[in-house]
């Protein structure tokens, strides 16, 4: 199995930025597709970024339009480590965070948080006004 466990949520003011890391057990991470999520309260989990599994450096990266230009997702197989760096927040962006991982995620997939095995135990953001 793999273990992921994000960290770096915090407050911000509106206009700041965060960088989210999610570090991840196991030997295999690089052949697991990964991706960022979050759910406010009330609200359903959210899509906002996934990037593939990767040869090399070579991978993709696809983002949610309401924070594509924003937000830029990455990761170190060599750390075990996917990133969420976020830039330009705003108060509607106040969430839990969450990474998953999966296997072959397909591109009519990747939105879907059913289709991920793994999820870290979410980070809070809070965006103040």
């Known amino acids: 199995q793999v273990q992921l466990v994000e960290s770096g949520g915090g407050l911000v003011q509106a206009g700041g930025s965060l960088r989210l890391s999610c570090v991840a057990s196991?030997?295999?991470?690089?052949?697991?597709?990964t991706a960022w999520f979050r759910q406010a309260p009330g609200k359903e989990r959210e899509f906002l970024a996934t990037?593939?599994?990767?040869?090399?450096?070579?991978?993709?990266?696809y983002y949610a339009d309401s924070v594509k230009g924003r937000f830029t997702i990455s990761r170190d197989n060599a750390k075990k480590t996917v990133y969420l760096q976020m830039s330009s927040l705003k108060p509607e962006d106040t969430a839990v965070y969450y990474c998953?991982?999966?296997?072959?995620?397909?591109?009519?997939?990747?939105?879907?948080?059913?289709?991920?095995?793994?999820w870290g135990q979410g980070t809070q953001v809070t965006v103040s006004s």
């Open positions: 196991g030997r295999a991470f690089s052949m697991y597709d």
């Open positions: 998953a991982a999966g296997v072959s995620i397909t591109p009519a997939q990747r939105v879907g948080a059913h289709n991920y095995d793994y």
């Open positions: 990037t593939s599994r990767s040869t090399g450096s070579i991978y993709y990266a």
